[in-house]
């Protein structure tokens, strides 16, 4: 399990972009994360109002943030942007700042988004902020799938 991670209490994530900040929010013990809307990049600064209007709605022990890798594993231009994103975040909240590999989660958040139109449980059509915080929920979850199978 990763140091200082809470068993308990509320995490916020974040599936970082360069126009557009997925965010998510979910609970440890249920495994499970909604999404929770988007925070605008422009130019490399953030939405802070928009973080800290979640940050503050949530009250979270822990905040996850999508880290971006290579198919083989290895960090990319993004991986950078990133880095710096949890440091401010760390610095501005002063809450553990986890990564969580996020390979693959805006694809499985598109794919997601098609099936729920298919079966009609969805009617209209997907837009970027939909996926960008769908795939923060995604990239929640992982993190707390690899916390429990850490911790075993």
Known sequence: MPE???ETGTCVAFDFG?????????EPRLNSAT??????????TPD????????????PTDLVVGWPLT???EEQAMTGHVRGFMKRLNKRYSLPTHKSDERFSSNAAQREIRQLRASGQRKRKANHAD????AAA????????MRTSDSE
């Not at 996926?131 to 769908?134: A, E, G, H, P, Y």
């Not at 995604?138 to 799938?145: A, V």
Request: a negative charge.
């Open 131 to 134: 996926i960008d915080t769908l």
């Open 4 to 6: 200082h991670a809470s």
């Open 48 to 59: 802070w109002a928009a973080i800290d209007k979640i940050i503050e709605q949530w009250q």
């Open 18 to 26: 360069t126009r557009r900040i997925g965010m998510a929010v979910g």
């Open 138 to 145: 995604l990239i929640l979850e992982s993190w707390f799938t």
């Open 35 to 44: 999404p929770a809307g988007v925070a605008q990049n422009h130019n490399g």
């Open 71 to 73: 198919e083989s594993g």
